[in-house]
């Protein structure tokens, strides 16, 4: 890893904090890691996003792929390594959990047509590609040592949708009989990342048969991608290229979420997948975005033009996982 100088002297300063912590293995409590960690909570990009989810939920929404709902900006913070001990965050999650079905999972504002199987009318209501991210937030960023039994009873919940071929597309009884454009029979490929992306933080799910027969589902369209599109989310072009934050269903993502499982790691799927990302390295050891989010403009990644320090630590961090592999 070449670059981990250059990661660790960033200008960024979320970058240099999880480069110390999950690239250079250094603790929490480290006074380097302390003041880069300050240096992130104090800048004007992060505040800006606190700042935002303090009008939790945002806007009613109307698209899952937009990349500015307040929910993907949440994650974002929870991965950056905010939690309920940083000042504004307690008041953001207590806003999250205030909305939540009678399963406990937590709720968004939503307005499905009629022409879509909705009610035309804005509703809260979840689905199973906003619950488990909502869910993987709150679990991140709350401190709490001890397993939240609420948590847990909704992740159960999710658990019992699965099917044999993975998780389907499915929402909850307010939005009606609204499905995504697919035959009801496919597995969701983006479900399915969402629920392994939230088994990853329990361990007790991380060799199970819910997380492999995840994690076949999307090593199979992988490796069928020419011919295999359920509801209409592709592996080609668009899929391959390189993008950050992780909003939606990209190789990046995919790669992200794959690589935490041990078992996955040696799998020659994911290892193609993870040359296929580590063969657009420039020659400084950098990787530079390939699409952008609009809605992300102003971060390092946000751009298309130059190498960007956060998706070359992503790439670097993925990378280690998969050396880790145990034979």
């Known amino acids: 890893m070449d670059s981990l100088d250059f990661l660790v002297q960033s200008s960024e300063p979320w970058v240099v904090y999880r480069t110390m912590l999950d690239l250079l293995g250094m603790h929490e409590d480290n006074e380097s890691v302390i003041t880069a960690k300050k240096q992130m909570l104090g800048h004007p990009l992060v505040q800006g996003l606190i700042k935002e989810l303090q009008e939790w939920p945002g806007l009613v929404l109307s698209s899952h792929k937009s990349a500015g709902q307040l929910y993907h900006k949440l994650a974002f913070l929870a991965d950056l390594g905010l939690t309920d001990a940083d000042d504004g965050i307690p008041q953001i999650i207590s806003s999250v959990m205030a909305h939540h079905s009678e399963e406990g999972l937590f709720q968004l504002p939503m307005n ?60 909850s009884k307010e939005l009606g009989k609204f499905r995504g454009p697919g035959r009801k029979d496919d597995p969701c490929p983006y479900a399915n990342l969402l629920m392994l992306k939230l088994l990853a933080l329990f361990p007790e799910y991380g060799d199970g048969e819910d997380a492999r027969i995840g994690v076949e589902t999307l090593l199979e369209l992988w490796e069928h991608s020419e011919e295999r599109h359920p509801y209409m989310f592709f592996m080609g072009t668009d899929f391959r290229k390189l993008k950050a934050p992780f909003i939606w269903y990209d190789i990046m993502h995919v790669a992200e979420v794959l690589s935490q499982y041990q078992f996955a790691r040696s799998d020659e799927r994911l290892l193609q997948m993870v040359a296929f990302i580590d063969a657009k390295v420039d020659q400084e050891g950098l990787f530079t975005p390939e699409s952008e989010w609009m809605a992300w403009k102003g971060w390092d990644f946000g751009q298309k033009k130059q190498p960007s320090v956060w998706l070359t630590f992503l790439v670097y961090r993925i990378n280690k996982r998969m050396q880790q592999i145990k034979v």
């Open 112 to 171: 499905i047509a009629p022409s879509h199987g909705g009610s035309g009318e804005v509703q809260w209501a979840w689905a199973l590609c906003d619950a488990p991210l909502l869910l993987y937030s709150v679990k991140k960023m709350r401190k709490a040592e001890d397993p939240d039994p609420e948590i847990k009873e909704a992740v159960a919940h999710l658990l019992a949708l699965r099917r044999e071929n993975g998780w389907p597309c499915a929402v």
